[in-house]
């Protein structure tokens, strides 16, 4: 398939490189040019901009940090819609609004140009291992396009509903794992304060109920209170944002994702803002007198 990838952030060059790898191909854009030339390398042409990409394909994936960057893409100038063809297809897995999702496929739409909106989960190993879980919203028929390209990227793909179905369950996602993260974080600073072998504790749950991706992968981060780059806590507060945003719209209390959105300002603001998002565990180890 003729297709444009327009990001090459920590996700976004992996999912590329997928792309390539399983056989398509690609032309990228990034707002930084110097960022596509590892694709460049692998066989990919770089367009100047993203309506330069999205001329080229039939399928336009979009992977960019905010609401903003993704609407600038899309609809600024220069943008996919200035380039698109019409009948082709916009596959959004940025992490954005979900009412913002429903306004940029309007726009596309008055251009015969349809959208999917595709947030995924997984981190940074998942992009690179083509392992992510893809939460896809819009047609059916768009999602049958888009499957074998996607299916080079994810594992787990699945079609929520109309439009903007797939940022929400992607906002239940992140409301979800800060609750988990943060669990876990408290759980590692009551064992170390316990005097227990933290190595042998997760072992030993990690077979349990309590048993979790983040167990099994972060708790590592916060038993050595060291937080290379997964997933960037200033990026999870940005989606933590989307979810309660979401939340107050709908009447729904979030408690503990309040908690940990106060929790990442304080991490920002010490300047850990680059880290891990296993970094929530700095403020429990310091709360508890571990650090």
Known sequence: MDLAFLGMGTMGAAMARNLINAGHKLTVWNRTASRC???VELGAQAAETPAQAAAAAEITFICVSDTPDVRQVVLGEDGVIQGARPGSLVVDMSTISPQATREIGAALAEKQIA???????????GAQKATLTIMVGGEEKDLKRAMPALEAMGKSITLMGPLGSGQA?????????????WGVAEGIALGLKAGLDMDKVVQALRGGVCG?????????????????????VTLHKKDLGIALDTAAQLGVFLPVASLVDQAYNSLIAKGHGDEDMSALARIIREQSGLD
């Open 37 to 39: 030339q590892p694709l």
């Open 169 to 181: 369950t992607k906002a239940v996602n992140q409301t979800i794992i800060c609750g988990i993260y």
């Open 115 to 125: 959208m999917l909106d595709a947030p995924v989960s997984g981190g940074s190993e």
């Open 212 to 232: 979790s991706w983040i167990l099994e992968n972060r708790s590592g981060n916060m038993i050595k209170n060291q937080y290379p780059l997964g997933f960037k």
